[in-house]
């Protein structure tokens, strides 16, 4: 019995040593680690549920691991405390496994359903009221905040009619160029 709880011991520690190895990898080697124990109703273990593998096949391994670790740690911990047979043993350690890879498949799904695109575009700007923050002088280029997803954005600005913008002036955002916004002032 004690080598059976030894052998469990083992396999849950070494699986789960394993799977924190690889999810460390996994954020400092820049991997995609978004939702990789994510098991789709055909059996495929994917990333992404649009099946975009881009963690180059370490979602299978990763969720095979935590499978096994939480498996044997159930295994052991029931040997240990209760006098139950080797068939119900057996059967709670899969139904764990299977709990804690459904537990992370849900959890990863919904913390990728809740990120945000970071990313904006000067485009965004266009028909909104910045300020500036830089000074316009009459042909060159300033700096102006404009207010965009709920966000302060700074970017380089010039005047549609060349003249001087001051500091703090009110001025609307005209058109976008490819690195820089044509801003017209508000008449107040």
């Known amino acids: 019995m004690q080598e059976i709880l030894n052998l469990l011991f ?11 190895l690889l999810l460390l990898i996994s954020i400092f080697g820049s991997m995609d680690i978004g939702g990789d124990v994510d098991v789709d109703a055909g059996g495929d273990m994917d990333a992404h549920a649009d099946g975009d593998t881009s963690d180059g096949g370490l979602g299978l391994l990763k969720t095979l691991l935590t499978f096994i670790s939480v ?8 040997f240990m405390n209760t006098s139950w047979s080797w068939t119900l043993v057996i059967l ?19 913390l990728l359903r809740n990120q945000e695109e970071g990313t904006w575009y000067l485009w965004q700007a266009e028909g909104k009221v910045g300020s500036v923050y830089v000074p316009i002088p009459p042909e060159g280029k300033g700096r102006i905040t404009v207010m965009i997803d709920d966000v302060n954005r700074e970017m380089a600005a010039k005047s549609d009619n060349g003249r001087t913008l001051a500091t703090h002036e009110k001025v609307m955002v005209v058109e976008a160029k490819e690195n820089y916004v044509v801003v017209s002032p508000l008449e107040e």
């Not at 498996?71 to 029931?78: K, N, Y």
């Not at 709670?92 to 799904?109: C, E, I, P």
Request: net charge positive.
């Open 92 to 110: 709670a350690a899969l139904v764990a496994g299977v709990a804690a890879v459904l537990l992370l498949t849900w959890f990863f799904r919904w």
């Open 10 to 20: 083992w396999a849950g520690t070494i699986a789960g040593g394993l799977l924190i």
């Open 71 to 78: 498996g044997a740690f159930t295994a052991r911990a029931i």
